[in-house]
């Protein structure tokens, strides 16, 4: 295929696409004075704000006004250093991005509300604040420590922070004089507010009199600007997390020039106008009872220093026999450029506000000036205050400026105020930290630099992996201490530790139903949800050859005996067994005075490398090297242990993602792949719920018109007590901490015994036995019988109707065929628990009983299940209650060896019948609008009505009769996208089933025609409310037929898969995917990714198209599992017929990203005039693939490849595989600079 023709691209789009827009794919550039000023001029040379008298400006001064002029003019002798950052095109509201690549929001509080987040990312040595914010007011909406429980700014749900935050956030308030020369005598006085909504811009309406706003959304920063022409007066303010200190802090940068021609006097309050302080988990207080809670708030100061203010309760607001009194506080401390002394603080909010408790108005402005609510009395107790830094008297000659920058955080003492006061007002020091968090952010998406001729896709690619990060945690290796560990990845040397870093679950403002923890610590991060992490961590290993096997081996060990896992996947612990090992390290690491500390630090129990620095500082510890030599002296000597909590519930998908991390790592290491199965014992973990049998979860109830009476499956796990009495166990006496292996399964009685273990294969073979006896009466979908769906969690009542998924039926299939292959290939026996062994016999005598029954599906099949089929099932079932059973507190111990023929033939017969399941359930089909169950796609659900039971003469907790079942009846749902997504994978060797059934998904109702994207859901009108939440929303919207991004980019991902080319890049281009979408109807930065896309199905046709829940979504990991086959190939490292591996580099690119002429962009060409595009491999090798034959690249061999080696050698390889010494040298990431590849 030689040419992509989109399904349908809007010619629109060429002006955002062309030359990536203005996103210059470049090095982030400090604020310097390159930009150009966008303030309009005109012909008239009488500033609008000269046109006014005395009288008006007297009216000014007692009234809170905004001057409005229509034909508003001045001056435009702005110099370049007053708005540094637009760049070129930024007056251009068709250009997307500014010169330092940051996103543009133009009259960003007259458009459509969108939330966002700063990444909390403070760097390895650096402890990161949380922050959101919304393109409401002065942007920032909330902003605390570790979670929304300890707020310095409220946290808000994003309905109410578009609301609230104009008013209790950041504001600026201006008192101005303007030329004369007796100041307010005869000069011209006004006070304003830049960014207040009563003077925003309204959409459709043209008023000169409205300043232009903008937003800029960068990395890991942000800024507004406002423009005021009648004013003369421009306003901007940044924010950045303040990077690399020991401190955590929110910085604000405020920069109000004068944009008139005459001199501006004027004084400033800026900043937070509702400041919360410390007092312990505030966030449940302040929704609830903020009221009661003013009662403990105080503010103190640090030497009676007006400039710093300390804002905390007396003690915890509790009503416990425990009084804990608080020490910590947050503070604001504010000083202007090129000076050292401290701003006062305005904290006592009536001052400013009056008695304006909606906080629209400053009252206290129109009566007094700021410099008179200085140096009057202030009152902090029993009430929330406010954080203004105060500035007075400051003169701007037309064309200067001034820059208020206030820094937020917490100290852990009022005493630490000053010294922080001081590091912050070092000359340049916030320059430099500004600089130091854009570059930082630049090397940390580095990794995965791209150069194509499209510099908005370039960009994306970068965004995606930092969010995917954010996700799932970015790894860096620990331990590594001399040329041994250098050459070495953490499979070979046992000192190298891998640890994820940045992580955490999202609760964002628009994903508030989560609660995120990021640890201001050293090393910050914070658990997430384990389908979360296992997505997004899938291609670790990818960009990072160094860390081997440690995720799949992570992943591999949550896996419970009952075939579950928990939900919470908490950071790596560590710990140091040996004493002298400990005493050792400690003599190298720190003082002699210290080492006695630090060696009962490292043997006193589990720590994480954040969690010792606090430590160190807690309790003195003196390094005499550098911290990262002591943390990885340290974790070289460490033990790892995996951290996880049950949570709630059992889902059913969480072990989908396993063959992922498998086939990640196998492209990488293929030559590792029989160790890692077969030599690689790992641990069973061991949650506190026990899934109930059927007789315990089946309930008789009446249906909801109280007409009848149905079957439903409810509280199907339980808490089990005996389960947490093991557990407790392993408490210590002395400190009354459960130790971690109390989260591990084990043989023997109540704390005795070992941690059971099993090889890796052996443990997906038992995986693979528990959903195989979970398979639904029909022997299609695998039961929800754990109490949660699959990945489509908004399915919750489908638990309830005995429902099951295909979805895990076909990963069921492909996790069949993998244990199948390895033991195929090295021809090894499984060894497997006794108690596993007991129930596969019985799997299999109930299987063979089937297939000697003579059994087969009729050409029609009925929704009653058939006698057999139910009889096989009811067997099945009550072996896997049985082995549950067994094994609900402890494994005997003893194992069965299964020989490699047997596994086979097993296997084998079990894969058949998957394929029987598969083939039935496209039989039965689905039923919805325009949908009778023929099209062929394969349906996603099932339900079973249980139309025969018998009661067990017991009942629930809430009094329901229990029932056992024996007879049922199927029930089908629409069509859903995941079923066929997933079903892609069982035909993606066969490019006929695989082009019939993209033709088929495109033309059924998952297709949404109007934006060319897919619904994550046919139609769902007139379905049951019972099947769960989904049903409560309106069409359109969450997981009801919306634009769910990241299962349509995983339907995307399984169409390059299966090689149809030019039916993904249609989809790309057609404006399915980033960066091809209409900004204007997507609303937000096109290099960001949302949760979901209101479809066009919802009936408001203005939000059609918009994307929601912004940024950390598995649509990353399906991205960059994309990315990864169009530029690397699947498989860069292969096998060859001497057991060798070999690299070879197979891309998948087509033409139009080495050069797009319909979209005006020419490509890079060598010396030789051939097209190139260049990426970074395993996050550190440039590589640039030359396109001398002018065409697509799919699938194309090299022809030959030039290696660049640091040391300036060359190695040329003809031929399309580089050969082992060298390939093993590039995994290694030993010495290698470049490779050139010649197509």
């Known amino acids: 295929v030689n040419s992509i023709t989109a399904i349908s691209i809007d010619n629109k789009m060429s002006s955002y696409q062309a030359g990536g827009a203005a996103y210059r794919d470049v090095e982030a550039e400090p604020l310097n004075g390159n930009g150009i000023s966008p303030i309009n001029s005109s012909s008239s040379t009488t500033p609008s704000w000269k046109k006014y008298g005395m009288g008006a400006a007297l009216i000014a001064l007692v009234g809170y006004v905004s001057i409005y002029s229509p034909s508003a003019a001045v001056s435009t ?85 578009y609301q609230v935050t104009p008013y209790v956030g950041f504001r600026t308030f201006v008192q101005g004089v303007r030329g004369g020369s007796k100041g307010k005598e005869d000069g011209v006085s006004f006070l304003m507010e830049p960014f207040s909504p009563s003077n925003s811009k309204v959409e459709g309406v043209e008023d000169a009199s409205k300043p232009d706003r903008t937003m800029f959304t960068g990395t890991n920063e942000m800024e507004i600007l406002e423009v005021d022409d009648v004013h003369g007066v421009t306003t901007s303010v940044k924010y950045f997390v303040m990077p690399e200190e020991d401190f955590a802090a929110l ?137 203004f830094a105060a500035a007075s008297g400051v003169k701007l000659a037309p064309g200067k400026s001034v820059t208020v920058t206030s820094v937020y955080g917490q100290a852990e003492h009022v005493e630490d105020l000053p010294e922080i006061a001081k590091i912050i007002t070092q000359k340049h020091f916030i320059t430099k930290k500004f600089e130091r968090a854009r570059s930082m952010m630049n090397e940390l998406t580095a990794k995965v630099e791209t150069h194509t001729v499209n510099k908005l896709f370039d960009g994306t690619v970068k965004q995606i992996y930092l969010d995917n990060s954010l996700r799932g945690g970015m790894p860096v290796i620990l331990g590594d201490l001399d040329d041994e560990s250098h050459s070495s990845n953490a499979d070979e040397d046992s000192r190298l530790k891998v640890y994820h870093i940045f992580s955490r679950i999202h609760g964002d403002l628009e994903r508030d139903y989560n609660d995120f923890n990021i640890d201001p610590t050293y090393f910050s991060q914070g658990p997430g949800n384990y389908r979360d992490v296992a997505q997004n961590r899938r291609n670790d290993v990818v960009f990072s050859p160094r860390i081997g096997s440690f995720v799949v081996k992570q992943f591999l060990s949550y896996i419970q005996a009952d075939g579950y896992e928990p939900l919470t996947v908490q950071a790596f612990a560590y710990q140091v067994e040996n004493h002298n090992e400990a005493a050792r390290v400690a003599s190298l690491i720190a003082s002699e005075e210290s080492a006695p500390t630090l060696i009962a630090i490292l043997t006193g129990g589990i720590f994480r490398p954040g969690q010792l620095f606090s430590l160190f500082d807690q309790l003195d510890v003196t390094l005499v090297v550098s911290k990262q030599r002591a943390i990885d002296e340290i974790m070289a000597i460490s033990t790892e242990t995996a951290m996880a909590t049950f949570g709630q519930g059992y889902w059913a998908d969480h072990w989908e993602y396993y063959l992922d991390l498998i086939e990640a790592y196998t492209s990488i290491y293929p030559d590792g792949e029989e160790s890692l199965m077969y030599d690689t014992e790992l641990r069973y973990f061991f949650s506190t719920a026990t899934v109930k049998p059927r007789s315990q979860k089946y309930v008789e109830d009446y249906t909801f018109d109280g007409k009848s009476k149905h079957i439903l499956q409810l509280d199907a796990t339980v808490f089990d007590l005996d389960k947490v009495a093991e557990q407790g166990a392993f408490r210590n006496v002395n400190t009354g901490l459960i130790a971690n292996e109390a989260n591990w399964q084990r043989t023997g009685g109540p704390g005795t015994g070992r941690a059971f273990t099993s090889p890796a294969i052996s443990k997906l073979f038992l995986l693979a036995a528990m959903k195989f006896s979970m398979r639904d009466a029909y022997g299609m979908g695998v039961e929800y019988e754990g109490g949660k769906p699959g990945w489509n969690d908004a399915m919750n009542g489908l638990n309830g109707m005995v429902g099951s998924g295909m979805p895990e039926t076909f990963e069921l299939s492909e996790l069949l065929k993998y244990v199948l292959s390895v033991v195929k290939k090295f021809q090894r026996p499984l060894v497997v628990p006794s108690e596993l062994g007991v129930m596969v016999d019985t799997v299999n005598d109930a299987l063979d009983e089937l297939l000697a029954s003579g059994y087969e599906d009729s050409e029609e099949l009925s929704h009653d299940v058939p006698e057999e089929l139910f009889k096989y099932w009811d067997t099945v079932a009550s072996a896997r209650e049985d082995y549950r059973n067994e094994l609900q507190y402890y494994f005997s111990g003893n194992t069965v060896e299964i020989a490699a023929e047997d596994a086979i033939d ?20 689905s039923k919805g609008i325009d949908d009778d169950g023929t099209s062929g796609i394969p349906p996603s659900y099932f339900s079973y009505n249980i139309t025969e039971w018998k009661r067990t003469n017991e009942t629930n907790d809430k009094g329901l009769p229990l029932v056992n079942a024996e007879a049922m009846a199927v029930g089908v749902f629409p069509l859903f996208l995941e079923a066929p997504t997933r079903y892609m994978k069982l035909i993606v060797d066969d490019q006929d089933k695989m082009v019939d059934m993209y ?52 339907y995307y991902l399984q169409l390059i898969r299966g090689k149809l080319y030019e039916q993904f890049y249609s989809e790309m281009k057609g404006g399915g995917m980033l960066p091809f979408m209409d900004p204007k109807v997507y609303g937000r930065s096109l290099m960001e990714c949302s949760s979901f896309i209101a479809s066009s199905a919802f009936l408001d046709p203005s939000v059609a198209g918009r994307g929601f829940l912004a940024r950390l979504s598995g649509s990353t990991a399906e991205f960059l599992s994309i990315w990864r086959l169009m530029f690397i190939g699947p498989n860069p490292f292969v096998m060859n017929d001497d057991g060798d591996v070999e690299m070879q580099l197979i891309p998948v690119l087509p033409m139009f990203f080495f050069e797009d002429l319909e979209a005006g962009a020419e490509g890079k060409r060598d010396e030789d005039g051939n097209l190139v595009v260049s990426y970074k491999l395993f996050s550190s090798i440039m590589v640039t693939y030359h396109n001398t034959l002018g065409t697509d690249l799919f699938e194309v061999e090299p022809t030959s490849y030039v290696v660049t080696m640091t040391d300036g050698s060359t190695v040329e390889v003809e031929g399309s595989k580089i050969p082992t010494e060298t390939a093993v040298q590039i995994r290694k990431l030993l010495g290698v600079e470049t490779i050139d590849v010649y197509f």
């Open 77 to 161: 002798n702005v110099p370049s250093e007053v708005l540094p950052t637009l760049g070129k095109g930024y007056s251009d509201k068709t250009k997307l991005f500014d010169k330092t690549n940051r996103f543009i929001v133009h009259d960003f509080d007259a458009r459509s509300t969108f939330s966002n987040f700063l990444p909390g990312i403070a760097g390895v040595f650096g402890k990161p604040v949380w922050s959101f914010y919304v393109n409401r007011g002065q942007g920032l909406a909330s902003f605390g420590l570790a979670s929304k429980d300890f707020p310095i700014m409220e946290f808000y749900t994003a309905n109410k922070a």
């Open 906 to 925: 097993m296997l084998t017969k079990w894969f058949d019948q998957v394929q029987l399941g598969v083939a039935r359930a496209i039989k039965i089909g």
């Open 251 to 387: 910085v604000r940068r405020t920069t109000i020039t004068n944009t008139g021609d005459d001199d501006l006097t004027l004084s400033v309050l800026d900043g937070l106008a509702k400041i919360e302080p410390t007092g312990g988990r505030l966030s449940w207080g302040l929704k609830n009872m903020g009221r009661t809670l003013e009662g403990w708030m105080g503010v103190y100061h640090a030497n009676d220093d007006p400039g710093l203010p300390f804002y905390r309760m007396s003690t915890e607001p509790n009503d416990s026999a425990a009084v804990v009194i608080m020490k910590s506080g947050h503070y604001c401390v504010s000083f202007m450029d090129e000076s050292d002394e401290l701003l006062p603080i305005v904290y006592d909010t009536e001052k400013v506000f009056g008695f304006s408790t909606t906080l629209q108005e400053p009252n206290g402005l129109l009566t007094h000036s700021i410099e008179d609510i200085v140096a009057s009395p202030q009152y902090g107790d029993a009430k929330t205050s406010s954080a």
């Open 999 to 1050: 033709n088929k998904v495109l033309n059924s109702g998952l297709r949404d025609d109007k934006l060319k994207m897919y619904f994550l859901s046919a139609d769902l009108t007139g379905q049951s409310y019972d099947m769960g939440r989904m049903m409560a929303f309106a069409a359109g919207w969450l997981e009801n037929q919306s634009i769910w991004m990241h299962m349509s980019y995983k």
